[in-house]
Every structure is written in C-alpha cells, then in structure tokens.
C-alpha cells in the first residue's frame, strides 16, 4: 500500500475554516534570563473573515465606517465630476515647424 495524496488543498481548507468559524490564538511568554523573569506577554488573537467578525460583534463600528463611506463615494454627492481636458489650441497665424524661418 502506497500513501495518497488527497485531491484538495489543506490550505483551502484551513482558510476556508478560519474565514467562516474563526480561531482564537492566546500565547503567554515569559522572557527570562538566569532564571530570572525580566518580560511577560499575554497575547490573544481572534482571526475570522469580516462576516464572522461582524456577526461576533466585533469590528462593528469599522464596518458600518466602511460601508458609510463606500455608499457616499458611490452616490451623486460623493461623485468627483471628470476632468476635463482642454482641447489643443491650434494657432492659425503661428507657423509650423516644417516652414523655414525667414531671415
């Protein structure tokens, strides 16, 4: 018997689990030298797609931010009128470059 290698991606997967459920990382550290402790950390992460974030009560306040803006840049108040580009002048008494100058 031969080991297989699956058809999918274990990466898809785990990102496709991490953007719909979510994880949470929490680490603690202690920085010691001698045996001394000098340095503690605590740290806790939460890492989800926005949607899950958002349906957790997370990044609420960003979110309707964004989207504030989003539909205001997309309203007729929000709209930047397009430049306008002048038209080239065409000067009718200068002369071309193709007619050698008179001296």
């Known amino acids: 018997m031969e080991p297989t290698r699956p058809e999918g991606h274990a990466i898809v997967d785990v990102l496709d689990v991490l953007l719909t459920k979510g994880a949470i990382v929490q680490a603690d550290v202690v920085v010691t030298v001698a045996d001394i402790p000098l340095v503690g950390i605590n740290l806790r992460a939460a890492i989800a797609g926005m949607t899950t974030m958002v349906e957790h009560g997370m990044f609420t306040e960003w979110d309707e931010e964004i989207r504030n803006q989003e539909r205001y840049r997309h309203s007729e108040f ?21 007619e050698p100058d008179e001296r």
Do not use: L
């Not at 930047?80 to 009718?92: A, I, K, L």
């Open 78 to 98: 929000g709209r930047r009128p397009r430049p306008t580009v002048p038209e080239p002048r065409s000067d009718s008494g200068s002369k071309s470059d193709s």
